[in-house]
């Protein structure tokens, strides 16, 4: 991994996702402006815009985010820490709350670690359904919400091969995500291949 010791390094992406992701059931576009508009010596500082689109069903979503990158002369890897606001649209109800992340980076391996802590309003009513009636007038419903969850997650990734000037990176991770009043946890792993072309990988 080189890190392109420049001021004025910025990025402009547009991707789409095809599926259900961890807390999505359906497919989203993402626009994302990222810049590293100045360094002060191995100080790198960097902003990061995120909008989401959901197309057909109305609800959008938000990242705003500030950091920074240290690169140490001394050793071929670089640090770094940044903290979000995440803004979230779903059914008309709006969520929000404050991401904080670590990551190190390196020529051939990477680790990151973000948590999460909502804020304001953490759960929203979104239907009732009335599922069976019973004699005496009793009957079985069911309620459905949408939640806010905190939580955290974390990632080690590897470059595997190098193919045309494009690096290969496998990363496997997992998360951890709990409603305030429950005790139950969301846990799960990913998997993720990316290709990178070019000398600067972040």
């Not at 709350?97 to 051939?108: M, R």
């Not at 909502?118 to 359904?129: H, R, T």
């Not at 590897?158 to 990176?169: E, G, L, P, R, W």
């Not at 799960?188 to 990178?196: A, I």
């Amino acid at each position: 991994e080189e890190f392109v010791e420049k001021s004025g390094i910025h990025f402009l992406s547009l991707r789409r996702n095809e599926g259900s992701t961890v807390g999505d059931q359906m497919s989203y576009t993402t626009l994302e402006a990222f810049s590293f508009p100045y360094n002060y010596g191995n100080f790198y500082p960097f902003a990061d815009f995120r909008y989401h689109g959901f197309g057909e069903s109305g609800q959008n979503a938000l990242n705003v985010g500030l950091g920074f990158r240290i690169v140490p002369e001394s050793i071929d890897m670089s640090f770094g820490a940044n903290i979000y606001y995440d803004y979230r649209n779903v059914h008309g109800h709006e969520f929000n709350q404050v991401g904080i992340g670590f990551e190190s980076l390196g020529p051939y391996l990477n680790f990151r670690l973000n948590g999460y802590l909502p804020c304001g309003k953490k759960s929203q009513f979104i239907s009732s359904k009335t599922c069976a009636i019973y004699p005496g007038g009793y009957f079985f419903l069911r309620k459905k919400f949408t939640d806010s969850l905190r939580g955290l997650d974390f990632e080690a990734e590897m470059q595997v091969a190098n193919i045309f000037n494009s690096d290969i990176y496998f990363a496997i991770g997992g998360y951890c995500y709990q409603k305030k009043k429950c005790r139950k946890s969301i846990i799960g792993s990913e998997y993720r291949l990316t290709v990178n072309s070019g000398s600067w990988y972040s």
